[in-house]
Every structure is written in C-alpha cells, then in structure tokens.
C-alpha cells in the first residue's frame, strides 16, 4: 500500500491546473479556470478548477474532487492507480508500506536504460556516422541524449545486472513479451529519449540504420507512454513556443532536431501519423498558432488533413505547410537552405482553408448532385464553427463548387435550428439566488455568522439552496458538492462586518414572506387569509428594523 504521509506530499507538489489541463483545454477566469466538463454530454464550460484550493467542480452534473479524483474518474482507475499515475506526472517517487505491490512503476528502469544507450553510441561508428551525415554533431547528441541500442542480449544483460525485475521492465516498456519469451524493446536502433510536457522520461523512439522496414518504433503502450498524447522535443520547446506564441510541429525527430539546430527552437514532433484529441490541451495553453510542417506525400498530406480539422473544431488558429518530398526539413537544413526553410514555414495555408481545399479537391465534384454533397460535406465540418468563422470560407466554397455565393450558408445558425438538446441544455441549468449563496458562503467561512443565521432563520427561508444550506450547517465535509461548489463562488462579497449580514437576512427573509403570501394565496386553506396577514406583519416588522 501507498503510505497515506506520501501522498499528502504529493498533493503537496502538484497544480491540479495543470494535470487537468494535461487532459481537457482550460480556459482562465478570474483565479480559477473553467472548461467543458468531461464527465456528462455538455458544450458548455460548466466545470470550474481551482488551484489556490486544489479542486474541481462541475455546476451541472456536480462531478467534483481534488487531481486524484480527476484522474480516477477521467481514466477509470482505482484509488492507488490514479495516485500512482500523478506521481508518474510529477516524476514523484512514493513510498509504500511494506505490503508494496508490485504495480509501482520505477522510473529508475528507464533512466539507467537511457545512461547505457548513451555510453554505447559513441562505441558504434556506424550509427555515429549516419548521425553526422545528417547534420548532427557532439554537441546536439549531448543535448538530446542520443544513444545506441545494441543486440537483444546486451540491454537484458543490463537489466540482470541491474537487479531490475521482469515485472519492472515490462511496465516500463523496456522489454516487450511474446510466446517466445521476452525481448528488448529496442534493437539496433539509434534511440531518442521522449519526456512529457512536465520534463520527465516516460519512453523511447528508435530508428534504424539498417534496411529494417519498420524505420521508427516507440516503447510500448504504458501507464507512463502515451504516444497519442505525447510530443517530442515539448520540454525544450516549451519556453520558446509561449514566448513566440506559435509552435511548429514536423513528422519525425531528426526533422524536429534538425529544426532546433536552425533556430527553429519551438519545433516539436508527433510520435504517431497526425495529431490526436489528447494533444488538443497541451495545444490549447498560451493562446498558441500551429504550423502543421508535414510531407507532401500521401501519408503526410492525410496527415494533415486530419490534424487541421481537429485543430480548427478546437479553435486553434493556424496553418498548414506540406514540405516537398525533395525537401525535407532536416536536408534542408543541411544543405544550408534554412532561409528557404524559413521562407517556407511563415507562409502556408490556414487550417479550415486547407481542410476545405482538400476535401473538395479529394471529392472532385462535376455533377450538380455530387456538388450538393459535396456542399454537404463541408458543412458538415463548419457547422460546428462559430459563425463568423465557417462563413469566412463562403468565398472560398462558392468558387470552387461553382456556386452563387448568397445561395447557401456555412454557419449553424444558416441552415439549421436550434436543436432540442441545446433547449433542454439551457432548460436544465440550475437557477441560482446570489443572495442567498452570498449567506452561505459568509456562513462556510466564519461560524459566528453560522450561528447567528442559524438562530434568525428556518431552512424553508433558503427556497433555492436549501440543500447548500443543510451542508454547510451539518458536517462541512469539502467532498459534499454542494461545499465544494460554494467554495468555488468566487464573485460573493464576503461580509467584514455584521451589517451587510443584517441587511441581507433581512431581504431573505422578506423574499421568502413574498413567496409564501403568493403560495398561500392560490391555495384552499380555510385560514389563508389570517396566514397572509401574520406575514404581511411580519414584512412590516423588517421594514422597521
């Protein structure tokens, strides 16, 4: 088991906005942040995190907790998994009791793994060589801690020496496994070492020399690795891409490195063929552009093509630009074309553009009907921009499908109505009454207003929080949804003295005399009108206080 004191101090260490944000685009508000909650089908940015508390809650579904509960419930994982992933984060080493299972993940495998890739490059000469002909030399081989994967029996022979268990290095993708047994994860490969956005070692990329056909191959899938969420080169670029506010993102890690050593210092590159959702959060901190620097070729055309759609439905603003294949960044760079690179690289093509373009032109449309659905298609993606946005492109559309411009629309609003859900959304919002919230926060943080609210008023008085109320007079338990929610009421104005409370006890009270008088009158009671009087009284009684 994890040691209760470990986790403490890792709570400690963490800013629950950044590990959410490692999974869902953030968006500033005030102190806190908000954004779309994961947890129930909503477009609107209901849920609120704090890092000044160390929470998360959605006003909706109520879906609330501290990073650990996030984490749990986002990637479905038990109590120490989800704490052992945060710590992996955080490159934080737990302590167990002696009960340790077995499930820990050292992150001394990999490191020590990466120290003997290191010490072996320069003792092959061949990989050494490829390395120079690419334009590579001592000093960006030190900074990016190249290295060298030898025969199978070399890196298992490491391991055994290491006293590094099966278990360990399997979690760590440093072995993989198969009905023959295991085997190295890395053979005969130059090796890439790949950090997370928070600059820890979480796996490796390998390319090959020889005629392997498979060129690059990553560690496996772990609880550390995630390809699709990483990209490499993110902790050296990150300074330079928010302080440029743009960041460029190529095919393959010489491109990437190659790209750093032209000054191109906000260069990253995808681990897989095109970008994915997960990359969207790291994309979405900073206000950033990206360039999407791909081949032209099939696979990298698709590639972009995929990646400046999810770009664009995220409202990340960018461009596209596709790198002939006679002209690959990294050659580019070597043969001293770096201008033309650069050249290059501030121009381009913008995301939706170039996504409509390559739609079209992939469709080829001739008949009126194929135009149609074509148009269709189109739609189909910018329905889900804004408005300005989507018709932005109307010019664009109309002349390549031969159309009269002010014959269709691109927007939402253009050609279809608001659904039901959307209605049932805005339905479904829960009302508020500020001042009453503005009481019961007043109550949750000093207990002599709790005690005088508690002696002045009923439960009945509080119509529309009643069930904050019972929270906050009862246990306080920072769990409850209804405290975490009050705790996160960020825009209530906190009494420093006792007037503004009397004032305000005073409107709640008049407010709930309003409301009963109403509710009495259209009922059938035979005393309704001696009850209608006793409140009228007592509106009388506060008006004089």
Not at 266 to 274: I, K, R, W
Not at 503 to 530: G, H, M, P, R, V
Request: aromatic share 8%.
């Amino acid at each position: 088991m994890i040691e209760s004191s470990s986790i403490e101090n890792l709570k400690a260490i963490i800013d629950i906005s950044d590990v959410i944000g490692s999974y869902i685009p953030l968006k500033k508000s005030g102190g806190n942040f908000v954004c779309v909650c994961p947890f129930h089908n909503d477009k609107n940015p209901s849920m609120s995190v704090s890092p000044s508390k160390g929470i998360f809650h959605c006003f909706a579904c109520k879906a609330g907790g501290d990073a650990i509960k996030f984490i749990m419930d986002y990637e479905k994982l038990s109590y120490p998994e989800a704490v052992e992933k945060l710590a992996n984060m955080y490159n934080f080493t737990l302590t167990y009791t002696q009960e340790q299972n077995s499930h820990k993940i050292d992150k001394k495998v990999l490191e020590n793994l990466n120290l003997h890739y290191k010490s072996l490059l320069y003792k092959n000469q061949e990989a050494l060589n490829y390395l120079y002909n690419r334009g590579i030399n001592d000093a960006m081989i030190e900074i990016w801690e190249l290295g060298w994967a030898s025969e199978n029996q070399n890196t298992l022979n490491l391991l055994q020496n290491e006293n590094i268990d099966k278990e360990a290095a399997l979690q760590t993708g440093a072995i993989k496994q198969n009905e023959h047994g295991i085997y190295a994860s890395f053979i005969n490969r130059i090796t890439f070492p790949i950090y997370n956005h928070l600059g820890n070692l979480v796996g490796f990329g390998g390319r090959t020399i020889s005629g392997n056909p498979a060129k690059y191959v990553n560690s496996p899938q772990s609880q550390i690795f995630d390809k699709s969420r990483l990209l490499y080169g993110y902790d050296k670029a990150k300074n330079e891409i928010y302080k440029k506010g743009e960041i460029i993102i190529c095919e393959g890690y010489m491109d990437c490195i190659m790209l750093h050593k032209a000054g191109f210092n906000n260069a990253v590159a995808v681990l897989g063929v095109a970008l994915t959702d997960k990359h969207i959060p790291l994309l979405k901190r900073g206000d950033i552009k990206v360039v999407l620097s791909f081949d032209s070729d099939d696979a990298g055309r698709g590639a972009a093509f995929k990646s400046a759609r999810l770009l664009a439905l995220n409202e990340i603003d960018g461009r596209v630009v596709l790198i002939s294949s006679e002209k690959d960044p990294a050659d580019m760079i070597v043969s001293g074309k770096a201008n033309e690179l650069k050249t290059m690289l501030s121009g381009g093509v913008e995301l939706g553009e170039f996504y409509i373009r390559e739609l079209i032109s992939s469709k080829k449309p001739q008949t009126p009907l194929e135009i149609s659905h074509t148009l269709e298609a189109v739609q189909e993606f910018t329905k889900n921009l804004k408005e300005v946005v989507a018709n932005s492109y109307i010019p664009l559309v109309a002349t390549m499908l031969g159309l009269d411009p002010s014959s269709f629309s691109l927007s939402a609003r253009g050609y279809r109505k608001t659904t039901a859900n959307s209605v049932n959304s805005l339905k479904s919002q829960p009302k508020k009454d500020l001042l009453e919230l503005e009481i019961l926060k007043n109550m949750l943080i000093n207990p002599q207003i709790l005690q005088i609210v508690k002696n002045e008023c009923d439960e009945s008085m509080f119509m529309t929080h009643k069930e904050t109320y019972k929270a906050v007079v009862g246990s306080q338990n920072p769990n409850n949804p209804y405290i975490r929610e009050l705790n996160l009421q960020g825009d209530l104005e906190v009494y420093k003295d006792f007037e503004p409370l009397k004032q305000a006890i005073k409107i709640l009270k008049t407010n709930f005399c309003d409301k009963a008088i109403k509710t009495i009158a259209s009922s059938n009671s035979q005393d309704k009108f001696e009850q209608i009087k006793k409140l009228q009284n007592i509106k009388k009684q506060l008006k004089g206080i």
